[in-house]
């Protein structure tokens, strides 16, 4: 089973976007867990009828929703909340999508012929970022396992939190590199690279910027024991 998460404080948008996106280029079922702040109620969200039409209403309402109780904005606890929730097996893999991410055709399947015998983390391409970060973690339930279900730390907020995985990952040697592979790109939609518009959300999160990297800085010297501890 592959578990997707994806945190988001603008569901209709993401339902319409990236949401049915994903689910019009996957081979096969997988599990969604829908993560959205106190502000937003669940039973909207399931009355948002922004779907595909091969997706059945079964399907579509298997979609589970979480709701966090984060004071403040970003993807970091509310990401925790779910990999806490779910309860994987030796063959799930669990993916962090945030809410702005585009896959490509067949990407489940591609995912599990890569995922088959390993026991770490496949570091995709997002067509954003060159290195340093893990902006769409893509876990073996092994991998979740090995970082104490801990997949970005609830310290933070919303940025360096990827930068500390990416830490976390390299120095236990769970990183399996598949950027160059051809047209296989998770498209990091991103307002810096002028794929969308920067709205409240993005800029709330800015906010935050100064206060995660302090904390990023402040935690680059513990051991990898003490930085998945939560």
């Not at 595909?52 to 970003?74: M, N, R, V």
């Not at 990023?216 to 024991?225: E, F, G, P, T």
Request: net charge neutral; hydrophobic share 35%; charged share 30%.
């Amino acid at each position: 089973m592959i578990y997707v998460l994806w945190p988001t404080a603008r569901p209709e948008v993401f339902i319409n976007r990236h949401y049915n996106d994903w689910l019009c280029k996957a081979d096969s079922y997988f599990k969604t867990i829908v993560v959205v702040d106190s502000n937003q109620d669940k039973q909207s969200i399931r009355n948002t009828k922004l779907k595909p039409l091969k997706i059945s209403e079964d399907y579509y309402q298997k979609c589970e929703i979480l709701i966090s109780d984060a004071k403040t904005p970003g993807v970091a606890k509310p990401c925790h909340l779910a990999a806490r929730h779910i309860s994987t097996k030796p063959d799930d893999i669990i993916i962090l999508a945030s809410d702005d991410f585009s896959a490509p055709p067949h990407w489940d399947t591609w995912i599990k012929e890569q995922g088959k015998d390993y026991k770490g983390c496949l570091w995709v391409n997002d067509g954003f970022k060159p290195g340093g970060t893990i902006t769409i973690p893509i876990l073996t339930h092994d991998c979740l396992m090995s970082l104490n279900r801990t997949i970005y730390h609830p310290s933070y907020n919303h940025e360096w939190s990827d930068a500390e995985l990416y830490d976390i990952l390299k120095e236990l040697e769970l990183l399996k590199d598949l950027r160059p592979a051809p047209n296989l790109i998770f498209k990091h939609n991103h307002w810096a690279c002028g794929d969308r518009k920067q709205d409240e959300v993005d800029l709330k999160c800015r906010k935050m910027h100064n206060i995660d990297q302090r904390n990023y800085m402040l935690r680059k010297h513990l051991s990898i024991k003490e930085k998945l501890q939560s």
